[in-house]
């Protein structure tokens, strides 16, 4: 990918014209948006450290957040007006949302039917696996970023590891396949993690992703040099196994693919900070209480409920969001020198 020295994206040529009002969900920089991340809750049952302080935060009043009419009119806009092909719920923790099924539901009975995926930290998993499969959900991502009790106690603050690995389990059984795995590293214990989670992925048939931590922590205390980077992740997994790099395309996908000992199976790493790829960024975001964001680190937000509970028809509705996604920066900015974190936390926002 082409970058500036600041390590932004090289914005691609302008659209030319004015911002179209119907076909693909654009931006000025020809990006089409395609895949459509859904908060359900800005709460959770865990409190990892480099997502939430150990008191949790000041939750959205339950009036503010969309309800599972609102939320499905949104969904249908979306897909039948806007293209949006792929549908991510997420949070906070999805699976503390009680209408998860429901929504999940609706988008699986709109035409053309979504892919549907849900990021979870799978604690509640194990019990509601069924249900989601049979609801439409396609498959999961489970947040894990160790497999020693202990560290998982340290990094989550809860001790919960034995429900998420059931929950893991419990996805594969009922076909959530394939079960993915995403983790966050620890600064100072990390790297052993990753070696022993891709052991155990590899055991498991499950795919692990490792992401860069990103400055979109509550307490805003992430510092550049306090985290590990994609080469240094890929250097401690070099010391174990033969990575080498997967052939298949890798599209607008975040993750670079690497096939583990030749194959078949991969291990991805996410370069959000050190490699950005929002150059090829197909995602569009919506909160739980219904603010449309171009990208995790806007500083702006559009709101669709409002414009839902002062009864805007479908025209307007899906004019406020292509807008909103129109004014799409290039890129997220965190390598500028005059970057600013993003007000909402990672877990207000949907990850
Ligand atoms: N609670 C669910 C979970 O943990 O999967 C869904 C929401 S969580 C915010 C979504 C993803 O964001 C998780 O995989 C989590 O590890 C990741 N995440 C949270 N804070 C992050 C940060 N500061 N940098 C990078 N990823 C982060
Ligand atoms: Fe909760 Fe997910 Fe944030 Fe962890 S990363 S505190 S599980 S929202």
Request: charged share 25%.
């Amino acid at each position: 990918m082409t970058v500036t020295a600041l390590g932004l994206p090289m914005p691609r040529a302008a659209v030319p014209g004015g911002m179209p009002s119907e076909g693909p969900l654009l931006d000025t920089h020809g990006r089409a948006a395609t895949d459509l991340r859904v908060s359900l809750t800005d709460r959770c049952n865990l409190r990892c450290t480099y997502c939430m302080p150990a008191e949790g935060l000041n939750w959205l009043p339950g009036e503010d957040l969309l309800s599972t009419a609102e939320l499905t009119r949104l969904l249908e806009i979306a897909i039948t007006r806007l293209g949006i092909t792929n549908v991510r719920f997420t949070g906070g923790e999805p699976l503390l949302s009680k209408h998860l099924e429901d929504v999940i539901a609706a988008a699986a009975a709109l035409t053309p039917r979504p892919e549907i995926a849900l990021t979870t930290n799978g604690v509640s998993l194990a019990r509601r696996a069924k249900r989601l499969k049979d609801a439409g959900l396609n498959r999961v991502n489970v947040s894990l970023d160790t497999v020693d009790p202990n560290r998982f106690a340290h990094i989550t603050r809860r001790d919960r590891l034995s429900d998420v690995l059931d929950g893991l389990a419990a996805a594969a059984e009922v076909g959530l396949t394939p079960v993915k795995v995403n983790a966050v590293l620890d600064a100072a214990t990390g790297l052993d993690d990753a070696v022993e989670l891709l052991r155990f992925c590899l055991g498991h048939d499950y795919q692990l992703r490792i992401i860069e931590q990103m400055p979109l922590d509550a307490d805003q205390h992430w510092r550049r040099e306090e985290t590990l980077s994609a080469e240094q992740i890929l250097a401690a997994l070099r010391r174990h196994f033969d990575l080498q790099p997967d052939s298949a395309p890798r599209g607008s996908a975040p993750a670079q693919l690497w096939r583990v000992d030749g194959g078949p199976a991969t291990v991805g790493v996410i370069a959000s900070v050190s490699e950005a790829f929002c150059a090829a960024c197909d995602r569009t975001r919506l909160t739980a209480d219904g603010q449309v964001r171009s990208c995790l680190f806007s500083a702006d937000e559009t709101d669709l409920r409002m414009l839902l509970r002062s009864g805007a028809d479908d025209d307007a509705i899906e004019a406020a969001w292509r807008g909103a996604m129109w004014a799409k920066p290039a890129g997220h900015g965190i390598n500028d020198p005059d970057f600013i974190q993003p007000a909402r936390p990672m877990s207000a926002i949907g990850g």
